[in-house]
């Protein structure tokens, strides 16, 4: 098993865990977000509190870990977790997909709570949800662009079609109950060189043809998101880059998704 200290999430795809109430305290919820979204979060917040005797604050001495599973047999078994010793801990399963394993928030060094863990490299965690097709922050999800029924969310747990209302909840409802969803961001891995810069996001992704089967969002080497369309994904895919021509790139689709794209 290895944890990894990780990123958060935009507006789009926030985590939010309720702490155990005491008496002698207010409920409270600890909401964890992509930090570039931080001060968007809290204005968003404060515009929706009303009169409500509400206080929003960072808190910034709690670290974000992910404790990933070091087997797919791991990843639906229990995390180890050792008693914090005069500090706060949580553990939580990722609510995205058991492949991404445990969100650990805790004060200090999070690795000391997790026995016989091995500390890897952010890029390490990165890789490792581009590879399963998981979506995070407002890099993979900027707001006003992506779609949370394109981006997957339902599947991971981040849309709700049974909550009273939200802003989009007509047009979200609608189009999944209808089934008419068309584009949906896919796990890609490149095979060739690739450019020393990268692929920017946004590049087209072409078929064999030559017509347009999508947009590349993000990535990190030879793995990332594409948001491409359903019907173009089983066929030979690839960009075009000034430096080294043309690059093929394989989609594929994750096996934790519940139903096959249609």
Same mark, same amino acid.
């Given at each position: 098993?290895?944890?990894?200290?990780?990123?958060?999430?935009?507006?789009?795809?926030?985590?939010?865990?309720?702490?155990?109430?005491?008496?002698?305290?207010?409920?409270?919820?600890?909401?964890?977000?992509?930090?570039?979204?931080?001060?968007? &979060?809290?204005?968003?917040?404060?515009?929706?509190?009303?009169?409500?005797?509400?206080?929003?604050?960072?808190?910034?001495?709690?670290?974000?870990? !992910?404790?990933?599973?070091?087997?797919?047999?791991?990843?639906?078994?229990?995390?180890?977790?050792?008693?914090?010793?005069?500090?706060? !801990?949580?553990?939580?399963?990722?609510?995205?997909?058991?492949?991404?394993?445990?969100?650990?928030?805790?004060?200090?060094?999070?690795?000391?709570?997790?026995?016989?863990?091995?500390?890897?490299?952010?890029?390490?965690?990165?890789?490792?949800?581009?590879?399963?097709?998981?979506?995070?922050?407002?890099?993979?999800?900027?707001?006003?662009?992506?779609?949370?029924?394109?981006?997957?969310?339902?599947?991971?747990?981040?849309?709700?079609?049974?909550?009273?209302?939200?802003?989009?909840?007509? &047009?979200? !409802?609608?189009?999944?109950?209808?089934?008419?969803?068309?584009?949906? &961001?896919?796990?890609?891995?490149?095979?060739?060189?690739?450019?020393?810069?990268?692929?920017?996001?946004?590049?087209?992704?072409?078929?064999?043809?030559?017509?347009?089967?999508?947009?590349?969002?993000?990535?990190?080497?030879?793995?990332?998101?594409?948001?491409?369309?359903?019907?173009?994904?089983?066929?030979?895919?690839?960009?075009?880059?000034?430096?080294?021509?043309?690059?093929?790139?394989?989609?594929?689709?994750?096996?934790?998704?519940?139903?096959?794209?249609?």
């Amino acid at each position: 098993m290895s944890h990894r200290h990780g990123t958060g999430t935009s507006l789009r795809s926030s985590f939010l865990c309720g702490l155990l109430e005491r008496t002698d305290q207010a409920p409270a919820f600890l909401l964890e977000c992509d930090r570039a979204a931080l001060g968007a &979060l809290q204005r968003h917040l404060a515009l929706h509190r009303v009169r409500r005797k509400v206080t929003v604050e960072p808190r910034p001495e709690l670290r974000v870990w !992910a404790v990933l599973p070091g087997s797919p047999e791991e990843a639906c078994g229990a995390a180890p977790l050792q008693e914090p010793a005069g500090s706060v !801990a949580i553990l939580a399963r990722d609510p995205r997909t058991s492949r991404m394993g445990w969100r650990l928030l805790a004060e200090g060094q999070g690795p000391a709570l997790v026995p016989g863990g091995r500390l890897g490299e952010l890029q390490d965690y990165h890789r490792h949800r581009y590879q399963q097709g998981v979506p995070e922050g407002v890099h993979d999800l900027p707001p006003g662009v992506a779609l949370p029924l394109e981006s997957n969310l339902a599947f991971m747990n981040g849309v709700s079609f049974t909550k009273g209302c939200y802003v989009g909840q007509e &047009l979200t !409802a609608r189009t999944h109950h209808m089934g008419v969803i068309r584009k949906r &961001l896919f796990p890609v891995q490149f095979s060739g060189p690739l450019p020393a810069s990268g692929i920017a996001p946004g590049t087209s992704v072409l078929t064999e043809s030559g017509q347009a089967a999508g947009k590349y969002r993000a990535g990190q080497g030879d793995v990332g998101l594409a948001l491409l369309q359903l019907e173009k994904i089983r066929g030979p895919l690839h960009i075009r880059t000034a430096e080294s021509g043309r690059v093929a790139l394989t989609a594929s689709v994750p096996d934790w998704w519940p139903t096959a794209p249609k």
